[in-house]
């Protein structure tokens, strides 16, 4: 059977001259195995960096896009009997999901419920989790609870939000241009502040005397500080990404007089020392909330997998207004 995927050779700066649709052969479908028409795949910013060499795992090349997406069963070895034809199932992350056809274990497979939307499907895997973990797993917060992020914009940003509102949580939510405060306040962030210098005082005129003990950074730079500033004595900062392009920046006086602590967050790491139930726990809150239309990201573009050349570079471009995803089969 043929599929085509994106391969991608090489890697460097400019993320979407390296990679391009390529024709192969499945081979003959052994036992255990399913065949799956790949529905939707997204484009995430771990994905750009991949292709630029800048994140932190770098599969060997020549490579195949994609960590994430959903597809339909279309085909099962004859003792396969959990999943039958027309199943709708989540992909194994890093599985090359930017590929029309994939054969894959049925066993590394997730059945999701029929009827929902594949493309928001399509994006289960990374980013809810990502955020969903940030809020869960650092601080003890309760409903009322203040909590402070950056690149609110971006698709993690949205799903904080929302998962935010669902735990009783109040969200300060922060972007780097003004022509992205319109998109967040319509996502449903009540609060929304540009980046700057006086972030801190903005913050308390909207926080009063109510500490605000968690920030969230995916930016780095001076933003890091920017966020550290705004928290009660004893706060945490936890960063998860760098689009600055710069590392974070905050002085040693936020640590020693103010006892901030900074931490780091992986969700590959977090799967690593997961058990089994944990993950499976995760992937059906996370599931039903987006098979409910409770959790949702807004989606800028779809592309064919033979545009997706022009699909990575709108999803590098510092100017999108939502999430750029792959329909891999039109």
Same mark, same amino acid.
């Given at each position: 059977m043929k599929t085509i995927r994106a391969q991608y050779a090489q890697r460097g700066p400019e993320p979407a001259q390296w990679i391009a649709p390529v024709e192969m052969d499945l081979p003959a479908l052994q036992p255990g195995e399913v065949r799956v028409e790949v529905l939707a795949a997204p484009i995430n910013p771990s994905d750009v960096l991949t292709l630029t060499g800048e994140y932190g795992l770098l599969p060997p090349l020549p490579a195949i896009g994609g960590n994430e997406g959903v597809g339909r069963v279309i085909e099962a070895a004859a003792d396969v009997t959990a999943l039958p034809v027309g199943t709708v199932v989540l992909l194994p992350v890093g599985c090359g999901t930017w590929s029309t056809h994939l054969q894959l274990p049925a066993k590394a497979l997730v059945p999701l419920p029929a009827g929902v /939307?594949?493309?928001?499907?399509?994006?289960?895997?990374?980013? !809810?989790?990502?955020?969903?973990?940030?809020?869960?797993?650092?601080?003890?917060?309760k409903p009322g609870d203040w909590v402070i992020q950056n690149a609110a914009n971006s698709a993690v940003g949205g799903y904080l939000v929302q998962i935010a509102?669902?735990?009783?949580?109040?969200?300060?939510?922060? *972007?780097?241009?003004?022509? #992205?405060?319109?998109?967040?306040?319509?996502?449903?962030?009540?609060?929304?502040?540009? %980046?700057?210098?006086?972030? !801190?005082?903005?913050?308390?005129?909207? *926080?009063? /005397?109510?500490?605000?003990?968690?920030?969230? %950074?995916?930016?780095?730079?001076?933003?890091?500080?920017?966020?550290?500033?705004?928290?009660?004595?004893?706060?945490?900062?936890?960063?998860?990404? #760098?689009?600055?392009?710069?590392?974070?920046?905050?002085?040693?006086?936020?640590?020693?007089?103010?006892?901030?602590?900074?931490?780091?967050?992986?969700?590959?790491?977090?799967?690593?020392? &997961?058990?089994? %139930?944990?993950?499976?726990?995760?992937?059906?809150?996370?599931?039903?909330?987006?098979? @409910?239309?409770?959790?949702? #990201?807004?989606?800028?573009?779809?592309?064919?997998?033979?545009?997706? &050349?022009? #699909?990575? @570079?709108?999803?590098?471009?510092?100017?999108?207004?939502?999430?750029?995803?792959?329909?891999?089969?039109?």
């Open positions: /939307d594949p493309v928001q499907l399509s994006m289960l895997t990374v980013n !809810p989790p990502t955020a969903l973990l940030m809020l869960r797993d650092f601080v003890d917060l509102r669902l735990r009783g949580l109040n969200t300060l939510n922060v *972007v780097r241009r003004e022509s #992205a405060v319109a998109a967040v306040r319509e996502a449903g962030a009540e609060h929304v502040l540009v %980046d700057g210098e006086d972030l !801190p005082k903005r913050v308390r005129a909207i *926080v009063g /005397d109510a500490p605000v003990r968690l920030a969230i %950074d995916c930016v780095g730079g001076v933003s890091t500080e920017n966020l550290a500033r705004c928290l009660v004595e004893g706060g945490t900062l936890v960063n998860y990404g #760098a689009m600055s392009g710069e590392r974070c920046m905050i002085s040693p006086r936020y640590f020693v007089f103010r006892d901030i602590t900074l931490r780091g967050f992986w969700l590959s790491q977090w799967f690593k020392r &997961a058990t089994p %139930d944990q993950r499976k726990a995760l992937f059906a809150e996370v599931g039903g909330l987006i098979a @409910a239309g409770t959790l949702k #990201a807004k989606v800028q573009a779809t592309y064919p997998i033979a545009d997706i &050349a022009k #699909a990575v @570079a709108a999803a590098a471009s510092g100017e999108r207004a939502g999430k750029i995803v792959l329909v891999p089969n039109g």
